[in-house]
């Protein structure tokens, strides 16, 4: 195993201590919800990447720290410009990249994910007669068909019956399921960079349909030095953090994240959690902004950026805030902590719960952005895919 990165020493060995208002200060200026950037791709740069497992997220995320919310500018750097990019990534989840920072993500964690994914689908498919020859036969038929143009999942099914074939996982568990050779191909060989999601196939912005296409070329980086750039986007987003938030948040091992961070050269600082990272120079007090609101999504990437939360998310919230796969639903935010939570009514009415008493001030304030919200959304009805406690309650 990797030794821990060195770490600072300030006076007599003792190390440079970041307080938790620290940490929230941070939270409001670089997350830009204190305050608000000109564009989406600024966006999604300060914040590493937006999630993208439930669409919606993508463009509420945005909303919240953009100065003019609304979907045209996030559909038009999705589906148009293509500044940013839907793929696979950490943790096998998808996100939202801006463009420069695909291949890094593709090659640090992406094509990992894919060798295991690999050896899943032949292991999942196996009886059926998939093996390996089959398998890339069956994507040499994909990328001809894509090459033709774009299409849906539906629509290559059709073009090509094998992706249709189905088997049964998990007979005789309770989560046991039939799943298509389409269903767990298609991601694959996006995780190998062969395919990329874009367009969106009808409905609305907060539809989950979107064209399958041939991925452009892309930079080449070595895994160890795409690991170590990654962890430097993380850390200029969310330093300090432990090596247990940045293991969490890759899903990488402990050895890559810490050789990661001596790769970059970070900085260990004192939390009350325990020893954390930032990258050097990075030890000043940041200036507090004024006291700031916001209404964040499921899965916005500021809540889900930590493993250990207890700074600004307190501990008897949770039960309330996330689902019991660890996924937070959507949350009410005053100066840097998680003070309750919101929902959109079937009649799009935005409705909101405090946890904690936070004065006036705030009450005015979070008012003021959940009116802001629904102005933007313009009638768009938002469930979020996962559903928590207290959006279920406030929703019905």
């Given at each position: 195993m990797c030794d821990p990165p060195s770490r600072l020493t300030a006076g007599k060995g003792a190390f440079v201590r970041i307080s938790q208002e620290q940490r929230r200060a941070r939270i409001g200026v670089r997350h830009r919800l204190a305050g608000k950037a000109a564009t989406p791709e600024e966006?999604?740069?300060s914040v590493v990447a937006l999630h993208g497992t439930d669409p919606a997220t993508v463009f509420l995320s945005a909303g919240a720290r953009l100065t003019a919310p609304g979907p045209e500018p996030v559909e038009r750097a999705l589906y148009a410009d293509h500044t940013l990019v839907r793929m696979h990534g950490m943790r096998r989840t998808v996100f939202v990249v801006p463009a420069a920072l695909a291949p890094v993500v593709h090659h640090s964690t992406a094509l990992a994910i894919a060798r295991r994914e690999r050896a899943s689908?032949?292991?999942a498919f196996g009886a059926g007669g998939w093996d390996e020859a089959r398998l890339k036969d069956l994507e040499a038929s994909v990328l001809r068909l894509l090459a033709s143009g774009d299409a849906t999942t539906v629509e290559l099914g059709r073009l090509e019956p094998r992706l249709r074939e189905q088997v049964t996982l998990a007979v005789g568990k309770p989560y046991e399921g039939v799943v298509s050779i389409g269903s767990r191909l298609l991601p694959l060989m996006?995780?190998?960079?062969?395919l990329v999601r874009r367009g969106r196939a009808g409905g609305t912005w907060v539809s989950g349909t979107h064209y399958w296409s041939l991925a452009p070329e892309q930079a080449e980086w070595a895994a160890h030095e795409a690991q170590a750039e990654l962890v430097s986007r993380w850390l200029a987003a969310f330093g300090p953090g432990t090596e247990s938030d940045l293991k969490w948040w890759t899903g990488w091992t402990?050895?890559?994240?810490?050789?990661a961070l001596s790769a970059v050269g970070a900085v260990a600082v004192e939390l009350d959690e325990g020893t954390g990272y930032v990258l050097p120079g990075d030890t000043e007090e940041v200036a507090p902004s004024a006291p700031w609101a916001s209404l964040l999504p499921a899965l916005d990437p500021t809540p889900m950026g930590w493993q250990a939360r207890d700074w600004y998310l307190p501990p008897e919230h949770r039960a309330?805030?996330?689902d019991r796969n660890g996924n937070v639903g959507p949350?009410?935010?005053w100066d840097g902590r998680v003070v309750g939570g919101w929902a959109q009514r079937p009649d799009g009415e935005i409705v909101w719960r405090l946890l904690a008493d936070v004065g006036a001030d705030a009450v005015a304030a979070i008012e003021a952005e959940a009116a802001g919200l629904a102005a933007w959304l313009g009638g768009i009805r938002v469930t979020p895919r996962f559903r928590t406690p207290l959006e279920r309650t406030l929703a019905s």
């Open positions: 966006v999604a740069a689908v032949l292991k996006a995780l190998d960079g062969l402990l050895k890559d994240v810490r050789r309330e805030l996330f949350t009410v935010w």
